[in-house]
């Protein structure tokens, strides 16, 4: 839990966040052991701005990497929880008992997005 915490806080200085100031870190451990970070990615756009968690998802992805175990998100202001996007991106990829570490607590997958929509269930 440590270690994921601290690299989502290493993540998060990378954080390119000019229109809210608001800085986001997450590191995601996959299922083989292996750690993918994300930060939030703003544009001056905003509809193009990816959070934190979604970009740890899709580094993932891109590499190959599709089972998760844990996730840990650091924000500028604590508790940080992912917003619903994301949420609906965790559930696309992970169990029930996936870990959602925020403010140095655990939460599981079900517990933070219970009544979730799943296509075909
Ligand atoms: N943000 C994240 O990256 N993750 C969260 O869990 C909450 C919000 C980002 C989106 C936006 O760049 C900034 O934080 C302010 O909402």
Redesign the pocket.
């Known amino acids: 839990m440590n270690e994921l915490i601290v690299l989502a806080k290493e993540a998060q200085k990378k954080s390119y ?1 000019p ?2 100031n ?1 800085k ?1 870190g ?1 590191a995601l451990k996959a299922k083989n052991g292996q750690i993918y970070l994300g ?4 544009n001056g756009a905003f509809a193009p ?5 979604r970009v740890a998802f899709y580094n993932a992805i891109t590499n190959g990497v599709t089972k998760f175990e844990a996730i840990a ?1 650091v ?1 500028d202001k604590e508790p ?4 619903g996007v ?1 949420r609906q991106v965790m559930l696309e990829f992970c169990d029930k008992d996936f870990k959602i570490i925020v403010n140095n607590k655990v939460y599981t997958l079900e517990q933070m997005q219970p009544y979730a929509f799943k296509l075909g269930e």
């Open positions: 966040s229109y809210s608001f986001v997450a930060c939030n990615i703003e701005s990816c959070c934190a968690e998100i924000g940080c929880f992912p917003c994301c």
